[in-house]
């Protein structure tokens, strides 16, 4: 706290601002995550005795769920002690979806854009059915554990040719970041 008259009020109010966007900076680092891991007694589950009866209690509490709101999906899955930020594109579980007219496996797109603050999507085809969009919504709402929603969605022509010029820009943009960190080296 700084109590000192001497302190003109825009500096306070500055010192205050800064002090506020170090805090945030600290909370959202690995470092805050390690600290909220800490305080909340997070810890990764070891013991194969826990293992096995955390899947039977999310199995009762998911039906329970479903009986009292048969909108939630009948496929959620849990994945214990794991689940990064960038999974939806690189752990097989996640981005290996099947076709929801023909349940063919979709080939995705090796772009992925994004969407919103916390959507991502890419194309994907289904070689009877032609394009879907796969989408991934993520969230974190303990700050620690990530959960992603996916569904396939199909476009239509105008926003296939969208997507086409959304993935000519990011290409790009992934090219001009290479040359840059190519030359810094
Ligand atoms: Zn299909």
């Known amino acids: 706290m700084f ?7 825009p500096v306070g109010l500055l010192i205050g601002a800064v002090l506020y966007a170090l805090s945030l900076a600290v909370a959202l680092s690995p470092f805050g995550e ?14 194969t005795d826990y293992l096995n009866y955390i899947m039977p209690l999310f199995r009762e509490v998911h039906e329970r769920a479903r009986e009292l709101d048969p909108s939630v999906p009948a496929d959620v899955q849990l994945f214990m002690n794991r689940m990064e930020h960038d999974d939806y594109r690189s752990v097989p579980e996640l981005y290996q979806a ?4 023909c349940g063919a496996p979709l080939q995705n797109d090796e ?3 994004k969407r919103g603050n916390t959507g991502y999507f890419t ?3 289904c070689p009877y059915c032609g394009h879907w969009y796969l989408r991934f919504k993520l ?4 700050g620690l554990h990530w959960s992603f929603a996916r569904c396939a969605q199909m476009p239509d022509a105008e926003s296939l040719a969208r997507w086409e ?4 820009a990011q290409l790009e943009r992934m090219r001009a970041k290479a040359e840059k960190q190519a030359a810094e080296k």
């Open 34 to 47: 390690w600290l909220l891991r800490l305080q909340t007694g997070c810890k990764k589950i070891c013991r």
């Open 3 to 9: 109590y000192s008259s001497n302190v003109p009020v």
């Open 165 to 168: 010029k959304l993935r000519t």
């Open 98 to 101: 099947g076709c929801p007219e």
């Open 111 to 113: 772009v992925w854009l």
């Open 139 to 142: 969230s974190r709402r303990d």
């Open 123 to 125: 194309r994907a085809v």
